[in-house]
């Protein structure tokens, strides 16, 4: 069975809705951030990025905000639908010392409310 | 096109033994990765590779080696098996920083 995000927060939409999922992250040197999504028993599918040089990038149906300030990322899906039921996973990514770093966040379950 | 490759999908080893997961994609990306999952956790990067004959660590390689002779396969080797590396692994493929990737569908490990 599926053991991805078992005990992870949940946050729960109703289908035509607006979702917003938050991310914390720890590092404020980090170059790039990361949204993917994981259906259950699926491997993670990439969503969107954004570089540290932007507050906001577009994509379809999402967009994800950078707050630098207060080291927050967040992911908005627009008009949610069924098929966005899945765990969001937000990931930084830090150049050091010409060595990329990856840190991945723990994950929030979307559901999605017919 | 079938992307990201990954062989096998399940395996059970015993302690000490050692196996080797195999990762192939034909999108022509430059950039590789290894991730590990483990239940309830995100991902954790093991190795990544920025293009044939370049590999580097990432946040938990101990344990794991990698090569890189071609563009197309990104190994991922386990010496000596040991319960801590029972997990789910991902490899993934993309043209680099700021593009994406693309995830294979995993191979769940298990370590006896």
């Known amino acids: 069975g599926e053991s991805v995000g078992l005990h992870l927060p949940t946050l729960s939409v109703q289908e035509g809705d607006n979702s917003i999922i938050n991310c914390a992250y720890s590092n404020s040197a980090s170059d790039y951030f990361i949204w993917y999504k994981q259906e259950s028993g699926k491997g993670p599918q990439f969503i969107i990025d954004?570089?540290?040089?932007?507050d906001k990038r577009q994509g379809q149906r999402v967009t994800v905000l950078l707050n630098k300030t207060v080291k927050h990322l967040s992911l908005q899906i627009a008009a949610t639908q069924p098929g966005d039921s899945a765990v969001y996973f937000c990931a930084e990514i830090t150049k050091t010392s010409g060595t990329y770093k990856y840190i991945f966040g723990t994950g929030t379950r979307l559901k999605v409310l017919a | 096109n079938a992307g990201v490759t990954q062989t096998p999908k399940f395996r059970i080893l015993k302690i000490g033994q050692s196996m080797t997961l195999q990762c192939t994609q034909d999108?022509?990306?430059?950039?590789m990765y290894w991730y590990r999952q483990d239940p309830g956790m995100g991902l954790k990067l093991i190795y990544y590779?920025?293009?044939?004959?370049?590999?580097d660590k990432g946040e938990v390689p101990n344990g794991y080696n990698v090569s890189r002779s071609t563009t197309e396969d990104f190994p991922l080797r386990l010496e000596l098996a040991a319960p801590s590396q029972t997990s789910v692994y991902f490899c993934a493929g993309g043209k680099g920083v700021g593009h994406g990737y693309t995830f294979g569908s995993g191979t769940r490990l298990t370590v006896v």
């Open positions: 954004i570089r540290s040089n932007m």
């Open positions: 590779s920025v293009g044939a004959g370049i590999t």
């Open positions: 999108m022509n990306h430059n950039y």
